[in-house]
């Protein structure tokens, strides 16, 4: 049996009968709190459940699902959630600073203030999503796909958006300073050039507006 308890009372929030997490199905699941930090939770499915505040730093969550979950205030650091399925899920000043998000589905999620600091975003699908406010510093997003993006403040300075598809996304307020964006689209689907003089001599949304 497996208890999954709270990480500052320690009660028990949920028990299990199996002796993994791997592919278990907590669909619907209420452990808000818990501290599943360092765990093997590769599969796992949290269709609907509240898992605000829980402490997932450093575990394993590949190719798990987490459709429509809340995760407000969750914490992913260092975390590894390569082909993560967060398809409109809440992760509203969620951490996620150092973690592996490559082949992420974030489609239609809302992560406004989350710390995404030195995530890696490579080939995620972040369409449609509302990224207001976050901080995705030294992020690398190359190659996501960022269309119809809300970016509205967001902070992306030393971000890597190599390829990256940013059509109709929006940027108001934007900060990009030592941003790499070679051959990726911007919001008025301008494909930035790799000319490393234009670059220089232009602002980035001037490529875009053209």
């Not at 394993?60 to 979950?69: E, P, S």
């Not at 996501?144 to 598809?165: E, K, Q, S």
């Amino acid at each position: 049996m497996i208890e999954i308890k709270h990480a500052t009372t320690h009660d028990v929030l949920y028990r299990l009968d199996d002796d993994t997490l791997q592919e278990a199905h907590l669909d619907n699941a209420k452990i808000a709190g818990a501290d599943l930090a360092n765990l093997d939770l590769r599969g796992v499915t949290f269709r609907n459940a509240d898992l605000r505040e829980v402490n997932f730093s450093g575990a394993n969550l590949q190719g798990a699902i987490l459709k429509n979950a809340d995760l407000s205030r969750a914490n992913f650091e260092n975390a590894n959630l390569q082909q993560i399925d967060l398809t409109n899920a809440f992760l509203d000043d969620a951490i996620f600073t150092e973690a592996d998000l490559s082949h992420a589905i974030l489609r239609y999620s809302k992560m406004t203030n989350a710390d995404c600091k030195g995530a890696t975003f490579i080939r995620a699908d972040i369409s449609l999503a509302d990224l207001t406010r976050v901080n995705c510093n030294d992020a690398n997003m190359a190659h996501c796909d960022l269309r119809g993006t809300n970016l509205a403040g967001a902070n992306l300075n030393g971000a890597n958006l190599t390829g990256a598809n940013m059509l109709d996304s929006k940027m108001v307020d934007v900060k990009m300073a030592g941003v790499h964006m070679e051959n990726a689209i911007g919001p008025h689907g301008q494909l930035v050039p790799t000319h490393r003089e234009v670059i220089r001599s232009s602002r980035w949304w001037e490529f875009w507006k053209r």
